[in-house]
């Protein structure tokens, strides 16, 4: 198959911004002319690519991985620093859409002039006038001002222009489809279109969903490098587990960043104490002040067959109102491994804002683990996750003994969160699995 | 590292596929839609429309004539004609190359339009005023008549008004791209052309300079391309061969030079903007 886009080895690089630099002649003048070396980073570097006509390729990666660049490099905006690029056939692109838009021009006047800008030639432009007024659906307004249009019939129209540019390669940043959900529809029916024709798009997006669907291969970039080219769907899902691996790193760094240095020790009702900086940690905005361990009779336990249930009861205390915390209930086993774990927000358990005092209670029925020492980590999190109030570690110890023939697996049969406010007497139940 | 002799393969590879892709057709239509764009947007609210292009220069014309006239007397022949031609051909140069001095900074949005030739836009600011002086033409060639003057050769002033656009659009790519890269260019440029204003023969004859200083006075290219509107409008004949085509010639290997410059650090533009 003809190749659409060949890239050897591309590679982009950028000053970085030097405050110093002057840029008038006046500094020049007034501070000398320093050569100091200017300091540059690679946007891009060893970019290798060979992509068939008609493909649709995502690009995605972490903010300043160089997805722009490589879609301006595309649009031959800019030249490369290294290897070289060639990309086959006319180039248009859904990138700062109305960019030749002047309010005191009506929208046919601005039509003629994005559209020709766009790429098309007059003579173009005068063929498929109806059909982009049509699809934007602008026939009352076209002769109007553009100044007496809303900001949504000005994107409708700048989105249509753009997409009658006939083109054999289309750069698409982000914005993959404007206005109302019907229009947004018609949007992407259209790029599908496109699609259908043979067109070779490349799809500028952060959100993994649409890459997926949309693109046949994607194109993950970080730092400038290509981590991975591949299919689809394998490289998004590649890309979604690292970013959730990431934030996880994020929120232990930042849990820890605003754990204070000494508070008095905690004793549990089971016995436990919870020093801050050896088993306990967070901002203590919010503490939990009890927890307890209790087998399906509601006494305290620390040790449970296969099958039982387990309750997990947490004593909680907010001083200031606290919006929607996260409850988390984690079962580790050797050397941390998580072998179950749940979450208010995961199972759909919305709490409300939280003030002084309360119980949360999470219970585990039908509870299987293989024999063996396991704890209990409680935690309580900001409602983005970013950071826990309070989270115990390894401080609640549970010995699953063995029965009959060894269980190999890990489960609840159910989960049920249970939460009761002493402030409004109120009792919420969510049943999970 | 790159190599230099790589680099420079790489960038006529670029440069070739770029030929490709270039249309003259569609490079004819921008420059069309763009000009009438700036023109349109110039008159579309104003109340005087288009007749502003003749108004500003009138207007200009009144202040000057009063004052050479009545408080420093030149003794210069039929001198309005001669003011008012002076006038409207500055105004040409100097708009233009003002405007077109800071059209790549206004224009940062459709630089960034994959396919978009940069290089048309100063040509679009020297064209719209342009016809600001083409409108005002006819004023002049018709009050030029009617005082008695012969204005012969007339098929002379699209040459010398190609002349002007060459040499015109020749420092305008020099002054455009600089300006991306030092914000102050065309207020420097602002203060050269004030001073320039001075350095052309417009409200006072070639023949008042000092013998002394007259070989460095007619090292400006625009006093030659004054002289040669004034001798077409206003006295009829021909204008002077020698220092018309050495302006010419001046005129078109700097507008070869300053396009290569401008095409080269174009490719930078996206960076500064």
Same mark, same amino acid.
């Given at each position: ?68 660049? #490589? ?25 700062? #859409? ?7 021009? /009506?929208?046919?006047?601005?039509? #003629? !002039? ?46 249509? !222009? ?47 969903? /649409? ?27 590649? $890309? ?18 605003? /754990? ?130 309070? $989270? ?42 | ?41 110039? +008159? ?34 039929? +001198? ?57 033409? &006819? ?61 052309? &023969?417009?409200?006072?004859? @070639?023949?008042?300079?000092? &013998?002394? *200083? ?11 391309? *004054?002289?040669? +509107? ?28 300053? @396009? ?14």
């Amino acid at each position: 198959m003809a190749l659409a886009i060949e890239a050897r080895q591309l590679g982009k690089r950028f000053r970085r911004y030097d405050p110093h630099r002057p840029w008038t002649f006046q500094e020049v003048v007034a501070r000398g002319w320093r050569r100091g070396g200017p300091e540059y980073f690679w946007g891009l570097r060893e970019i290798d690519l060979a992509i068939e006509a008609g493909t649709t390729v995502g690009v995605i990666g972490a903010n300043g991985a160089g997805k722009s660049t #490589l879609l301006r490099l595309l649009g031959g905006i800019g030249q490369p620093d290294e290897g070289s690029i060639k990309v086959h056939g006319r180039v248009s692109g859904l990138l700062s #859409l109305g960019a030749g838009f002047h309010s005191d021009l /009506t929208g046919r006047e601005n039509v #003629l !002039v994005t559209g020709i800008i766009g790429g098309l030639t007059r003579a173009e432009v005068e063929r498929e006038f109806d059909s982009i007024v049509d699809f934007a659906e602008l026939r009352d307004a076209i002769d109007a001002p553009l100044r007496t249009y809303s900001s949504g019939m000005e994107m409708r129209l700048a989105f249509a !222009v753009a997409i009658h540019v006939q083109s054999s390669v289309l750069l698409i940043d982000e914005v993959l489809a404007v206005g109302d959900l019907a229009f947004q529809r018609k949007c992407l029916n259209r790029i599908l279109d496109l699609k259908a024709r043979g067109v070779t798009i490349v799809l500028v997006s952060h959100d993994a969903a /649409t890459v997926a669907t949309l693109c046949e291969e994607a194109l993950w970039l970080e730092s400038g490098r290509i981590v991975e080219h591949g299919p689809a769907p394998s490289v998004v899902n590649h $890309y979604v587990a690292m970013m959730r691996a990431r934030a996880q790193q994020r929120n232990e760094a930042e849990t820890l960043s605003r /754990t204070p240095g000494d508070r008095p020790p905690l004793r549990t009702s089971s016995g436990a104490t919870l020093e801050v900086r050896r088993n306990r940690f967070g901002s203590l905005e919010m503490e939990l002040i009890d927890v307890q361990l209790l087998d399906s009779y509601g006494s305290p336990t620390a040790e449970i067959v296969p099958g039982d249930c387990l309750n997990v009861e947490i004593l909680y205390d907010a001083p200031g109102a606290i919006p929607r915390p996260v409850f988390g209930v984690t079962i580790t086993g050797n050397g941390g491994r998580v072998c179950l774990d749940t979450s208010t927000d995961r199972e759909d358990f919305t709490l409300p804002l939280i003030r002084n005092r309360g119980t949360i209670s999470v219970r585990f029925e039908g509870l299987r683990l293989p024999a063996g020492l396991y704890h209990v980590d409680v935690g309580v999190y900001q409602q983005d996750w970013s950071y826990a109030y309070d $989270y115990h570690y390894n401080s609640y110890p549970l010995r699953m003994r063995a029965e009959g023939a060894g269980c190999g697996a890990m489960e609840a049969a159910r989960i049920i969160w249970r939460h009761e406010s002493q402030d409004s007497g109120s009792r919420r139940l969510a049943r999970v699995r | 590292m790159p190599v230099r002799g790589a680099g420079l393969h790489r960038a006529k590879c670029q440069t070739m596929e770029f030929v490709n892709q270039f249309s003259f057709r569609h490079a004819v239509d921008l420059l069309r839609v763009l000009v009438s764009r700036d023109l349109k947007i110039r +008159y579309k609210r104003s109340f005087l429309g288009m007749a502003w292009s003749l108004l500003n220069p009138l207007l200009q014309l009144l202040v000057f004539r009063s004052v050479f006239r009545f408080l420093l007397p030149l003794n210069i022949a039929s +001198y309005t004609l001669f003011l008012f031609s002076g006038i409207l051909v500055w105004t040409w140069f100097q708009s233009s190359w003002m405007g077109a001095t800071n059209c790549i900074v206004e224009n940062a949005g459709l630089i960034r339009q994959p396919g978009f030739p940069a290089a048309v836009l100063p040509l679009v600011t020297i064209t719209s005023n342009l016809f600001h002086f083409v409108l005002a033409l &006819p004023v002049l060639l018709a009050a030029s008549l009617l005082s008695g003057h012969r204005a012969g050769a007339l098929w002379m002033l699209p040459l010398i008004m190609a002349v002007q656009f060459a040499f015109t659009s020749g420092v305008s790519y020099l002054t455009a791209s600089l300006h991306v890269r030092f914000r102050d260019t065309q207020h420097l440029l602002g203060i050269v052309l004030l001073l320039g204003f001075y350095l052309v &023969p417009i409200f006072y004859s @070639v023949a008042s300079v000092p &013998p002394r *200083l007259q070989p460095y006075y007619r090292l400006n290219p625009m006093v030659h391309i *004054l002289e040669a +509107y004034r001798a077409v409008l206003l006295t009829g004949g021909m204008p002077a061969w020698k220092p018309l085509v050495s302006v010419a010639a001046l005129s078109a290997v700097l507008l070869c030079a300053a @396009v290569g410059i401008f095409v080269r650090s174009s490719h930078a533009f996206v960076e500064e903007l």
